[in-house]
């Protein structure tokens, strides 16, 4: 299984340079928030392994291999998680060279959010028609990031009671209740997908 994860890393050695310098790019320009670039950098890798395994059907090779059904989803979530772990760590690096401020309620914004998204999106890649993965992926983080800050805004002015009491939260019991949450989201996700690619035709 540890294969597969790293036959995720070769295949994308030469776009991984790509996502770094569009994140520096985004470090670079200096406008947007640091918990927008977080979230940028961890999922762009996950989508794009996707995006690649759709176009070479690479899920008919790999269910030739001696991996079973589970083994290849269990993969696939586990190699999202290190995505993401690198990802943080490389912009993280990128924020500190070019003296950018960013704080742990930005990682940890952007990892409860990523999981969140990646848990929606990993079970649907398996029944969307081949081909429209990529496009309805970027479609969907461009609306989710523009739409979601409004609504949480909204949400805070007029449901004070929520605000109060999320504000009366301890910061750390604040971080790890959101990734907590990230990360049952996650499992359950993980679950459905290994019953929808079980049954999967390749």
């Known amino acids: ?67 079973t059904r589970s083994e290849i989803i269990a993969s696939r979530y586990l190699g999202t998680i ?38 929606f999106y990993l079970p649907m890649s398996y029944i969307i028609k081949p081909g429209y993965n990529f496009p309805i992926a970027f479609i969907s983080f461009l609306l989710l990031a523009g739409i979601v800050p409004p609504i949480v805004s909204y949400l805070g002015e007029n449901l004070t009671s929520v605000t109060d009491f999320l504000l009366n939260l301890s910061v750390p019991i604040l971080y790890i209740s959101a990734l907590l949450l990230g990360f049952a989201i996650y499992a359950t996700s993980w679950g459905i997908t290994t019953i929808i690619y079980r049954r999967k035709a390749f």
Not at 19 to 43: E, H, K, M, N, T
Not at 102 to 112: C, E, G, K, P, R
């Open 1 to 67: 299984m540890l294969n597969l994860i790293r036959r995720d890393f070769i295949i994308q050695k030469w776009q991984l340079l790509v996502f770094v310098l569009v994140i520096l790019f985004f470090v670079l320009l200096g406008r947007q928030d640091p918990a927008f670039i977080f979230l940028l950098a961890s999922v762009i890798i996950p989508i794009n392994t996707i995006a690649y395994d759709e176009k070479a059907e690479t899920n008919i090779l790999l269910n030739s291999l001696p991996y």
């Open 82 to 119: 290190v995505f993401i772990i690198l990802a943080t760590g490389v912009t993280s690096v990128l924020l500190y060279v070019f003296d950018r401020n960013f704080s742990i309620t930005d990682i940890a914004i952007s990892s409860s959010l990523a999981l969140l998204l990646l848990s």
